[in-house]
T-cell receptor, first 117, second 115 residues
Framework: AQKITQTQPGMFVQEKEAVTLDCTYD???????LFWYKQPSSGEMIFLIY??????QNATEGRYSLNFQKARKSANLVISASQLGDSAMYFC??????????????FGSGTRLSIRP | GAVVSQHPSWVICKSGTSVKIECRSL??????MFWYRQFPKQSLMLMAT?????????EQGVEKDKFLINHASLTLSTLTVTSAHPEDSSFYIC???????????FGQGTRLTVV
């Protein structure tokens, strides 16, 4: 069963607009972590933001914020004031279970975001 | 910072040969490293978890004898694709975590093409 679901394979957004990338997850663990990564065409994975399952406040990192709705099991990424350089693949990911050096991180299928000038 | 360096960034090899990919954590010690495989326009699929000084833990469906993983030190893990075939052509990317820190840091990835 798919544990991380990203339902938007691709999105086009006008520059300077805000964009929301959807992510839902499935886990029976009480303790878990949610991540968003950006992958430009060069291939490297760039960490954007992290939300712990026990964090009461939504995570924010500059223009990135994570809309965490625990009851709905969703962790949408919001990018404010989009820029041309935001065009990339975006992956939602989850670490299941308690934080440990060996706990795995699994990825969703990704959303390709394209910013129009 | 937390820098993970992966080498080579790309490699072309002949069918039947073996290819070794290195993953190094440059400024931190990584007791655990992870190896992923990514096909074009697809997500990252976890292949194995590499633990320093012990055998790697492979995900279901990943051939242990084909994808040899060695984690000889706290800063180096290697993935060897043995007897490579064209279907092994893919983007391989490693990641490492600093102890209990939340995020994992990724290498630049290696694009393997088997001809």
């Amino acid at each position: 069963a798919q544990k991380i679901t990203q339902t938007q394979p691709g999105m086009f957004v006008q520059e300077k607009e805000a964009v929301t990338l959807d992510c839902t997850y499935d886990t029976s663990d009480q303790s878990y972590g949610l991540f968003w990564y950006k992958q430009p065409s060069s291939g490297e994975m760039i960490f954007l933001i992290y939300q712990g399952s026990y964090d009461e406040q939504n995570a924010t990192e500059g223009r990135y914020s994570l809309n965490f709705q625990k009851a709905r099991k969703s962790a949408n990424l919001v990018i404010s004031a989009s820029q041309l350089g935001d065009s990339a693949m975006y992956f939602c990911a989850m670490r299941e279970g308690r934080r440990s050096s060996a706990s795995k991180i699994i990825f969703g299928s990704g959303t390709r975001l394209s910013i129009r000038p | 910072g937390a820098v993970v360096s992966q080498h080579p960034s790309w490699v072309i090899c002949k069918s039947g040969t073996s290819v070794k990919i290195e993953c190094r954590s440059l400024d931190f010690q990584a007791t655990t490293m992870f190896w992923y495989r990514q096909f074009p326009k697809q997500s990252l699929m976890l292949m194995a978890t590499s633990n320093e000084g012990s055998k790697a833990t492979y995900e279901q469906g990943v051939e242990k004898d084909k994808f040899l993983i060695n984690h000889a030190s706290l800063t180096l893990s290697t993935l060897t694709v043995t007897s490579a075939h064209p279907e092994d052509s893919s983007f391989y990317i490693c990641s490492a975590r600093k102890g209990l820190d939340t995020e994992a840091f990724f290498g630049q990835g290696t694009r393997l093409t088997v001809v």
